[in-house]
């Protein structure tokens, strides 16, 4: 079945140091997510990626899709104690069943101040 | 205010109770799902519903039922709860996401979670 590897699943960083998750699927995705969830928290969707090659922005916050849709990347510049909490990539399968979501396993950040 | 909830929180049963988790969203979403989230192992999907009275299996149905009889609610039914479905469960839900096939938001709203123990 389809698999959606993230890496790496722990990442202590410094204040202000830049931080970068990455996820690869055994498949070409129709569509990725970015999720972030905070220490007892649920997670709280960040962004969606479709294109080929799609780069998006939030503030701090740089998602790519690659060109083939079967990988994808978060990074974040200058990290802050916000940015604390685990991030999730989860994709849909191409040609898969519509509504069905793979999650990785998620990269859990830690910010030291 | 727009909320996806949660009933109940925590609970902790024994082997082979049946049980039942409540979720209720207030948002006319069309799309809702269950997930489990487990240590080392991210979050599972376990079923989705694109709308009432479809229901769909996710990546681990098994040992769990659900519903859609009206919009709102997505209960998730354990007929008879084992040790390994203690976890976290989380619902959410969306507006016809487009990443489902649907013309809405792809905004996915996830629930405060329930943690389940089974003894």
């Known amino acids: 079945g389809q698999q959606v590897m993230q890496i790496p699943q722990y990442q202590h960083v410094q204040e202000g140091e830049d931080f970068t998750t990455y996820c690869n699927s055994s498949?070409?995705?129709?569509?990725i997510q970015w999720y972030k969830q905070r220490p007892g928290g649920h997670p709280v969707f960040l962004i969606q990626?479709?294109?080929?090659?799609e780069v998006k922005k939030q503030k701090r916050l740089t998602f790519q899709f690659g060109e083939a849709k079967k990988n994808s990347s978060l990074h974040i510049t200058a990290t802050q104690t916000t940015d604390v909490g685990t991030y999730f990539c989860a994709g849909m399968n191409y040609g898969g069943s519509q509504g069905n979501l793979i999650f990785g396993k998620g990269t859990k950040l830690s910010v030291k101040p | 205010e727009a909320q996806v909830t949660q009933n109940p929180r925590y609970l902790i049963t024994v082997t082979g109770k049946k049980l039942t988790v409540t979720c209720s969203q207030n948002m006319n979403h069309e799309y809702m799902s269950w997930y489990r989230q487990d240590p080392g192992l991210g979050l599972r999907q376990i079923y989705y519903?694109?709308?009432?009275?479809?229901?769909d299996k996710g990546d681990v149905p098994e040992g769990y039922k659900v519903s859609r009889k009206e919009k709102r609610n997505f209960p998730l039914i354990l007929e008879s709860p084992s040790p390994n479905q203690t976890s976290l469960y989380f619902c959410?839900?969306?507006?016809?996401?487009?990443?489902?096939?649907?013309?809405?938001?792809?905004?996915?709203?996830f629930g405060p979670g329930t943690r389940l123990t089974v003894l």
């Open positions: 519903s694109m709308n009432v009275e479809v229901t």
């Open positions: 959410a839900s969306s507006s016809s996401p487009r990443w489902a096939g649907g013309p809405g938001t792809d905004t996915q709203y």
């Open positions: 990626l479709v294109k080929s090659g």
């Open positions: 498949t070409t995705l129709s569509n």
